[in-house]
């Protein structure tokens, strides 16, 4: 089982990437287009150009973990920006209204009461 705690960074790919490709190709997009580790334990979040799929990578210090979400209709209707970053960092909650088709940036949550280190 995965657990997604607030202490996970969260990254979201602004662009969107071919669905073809697997474990291998999206810890390959990590590496060389978002210069970053996808061994670090970061959750990894991609989605198509249709807006239809999204697919998270997590590393858990044994292996890789890929899983996909497609929706049966409709569109995703929020993603990040593509705004001179390859992604942006999303908190717990903002995932979980992402993945249920919400725009999170609509939803008003109250603030960390401790800050947690990433």
């Given at each position: 089982m995965?657990?997604?705690?607030?202490?996970?960074?969260?990254?979201?790919?602004?662009?969107?990437?071919?669905?073809?490709?697997?474990?291998?190709?999206?810890?390959?997009?990590?590496?060389?287009?978002?210069?970053?580790?996808?061994?670090?334990?970061?959750?990894?979040?991609?989605?198509n150009?249709?807006?239809?799929?999204?697919?998270?990578?997590?590393?858990?210090?044994?292996?890789?973990w890929?899983?996909?979400?497609?929706?049966?209709?409709?569109?995703?209707?929020?993603?990040?920006?593509?705004?001179?970053?390859?992604?942006?960092?999303?908190?717990?909650?903002?995932?979980?209204?992402?993945?249920?088709?919400?725009?999170?940036?609509?939803?008003?949550?109250?603030?960390?009461?401790?800050?947690?280190?990433?």
């Amino acid at each position: 089982m995965i657990q997604i705690t607030p202490h996970m960074r969260i990254l979201v790919a602004t662009e969107p990437v071919d669905f073809r490709k697997g474990i291998d190709g999206l810890a390959g997009i990590c590496r060389r287009t978002l210069k970053l580790d996808p061994f670090s334990g970061a959750v990894f979040v991609f989605r198509n150009r249709l807006k239809t799929a999204v697919k998270i990578l997590i590393y858990d210090g044994q292996g890789f973990w890929l899983c996909q979400k497609r929706l049966s209709k409709g569109r995703f209707k929020w993603w990040p920006n593509s705004t001179n970053e390859a992604t942006r960092r999303l908190a717990v909650y903002e995932l979980q209204l992402l993945l249920a088709g919400v725009d999170p940036s609509f939803h008003q949550v109250a603030p960390d009461w401790k800050r947690l280190s990433a």
